[in-house]
């Protein structure tokens, strides 16, 4: 088989397409928990605090020059980075969790026979005693 061929088999098969579309999908995602921390929930905790907007929040080390920008951290942005982090963690968690819960149940109900109807039941009971 040529390495062609074989690159073929593995970019067609269904998990590299399904991980591709998660890919693009998580990136998309990504981009509305970014807006969601910045637009939403970074201003009120901002003014919890004092008016404080987070993304600007930054340590000069250095003054900017004629010859050379300035030197700064930026840990306002770290700051924001994590709270973006802690949201996509806890989605994914909750999404994570509720697939669980689902899968239990379906276990449980493949686990669990059915009960029979009353009228089966009447029938085994009719049928026991005729044996008698």
Do not use: C, H
């Amino acid at each position: 088989m040529s390495m062609m061929q074989e690159f073929k088999d593995f970019a067609i098969k269904g998990n590299v397409v399904d991980m591709a579309v998660g890919v693009i999908i998580g990136g998309a995602f990504g981009k509305i928990v970014s807006s969601l921390v910045t637009d939403v929930v970074m201003p009120p905790i901002g003014v919890v605090v004092g008016g404080v907007d987070f993304s600007k929040l930054a340590l000069t080390l250095q003054m900017a020059t004629a010859a050379s920008p300035a030197v700064v951290i930026s840990y306002g942005r770290f700051i924001q980075t994590v709270v973006d982090f802690t949201i996509v963690a806890a989605v994914i968690f909750m999404v994570i969790k509720g697939i669980n819960s689902i899968k239990k149940k379906a276990a449980e109900a493949q686990a669990a026979p059915a009960a029979p109807p009353a009228q089966e039941i009447l029938l085994r009971e009719i049928r026991d005693l005729l044996k008698k």
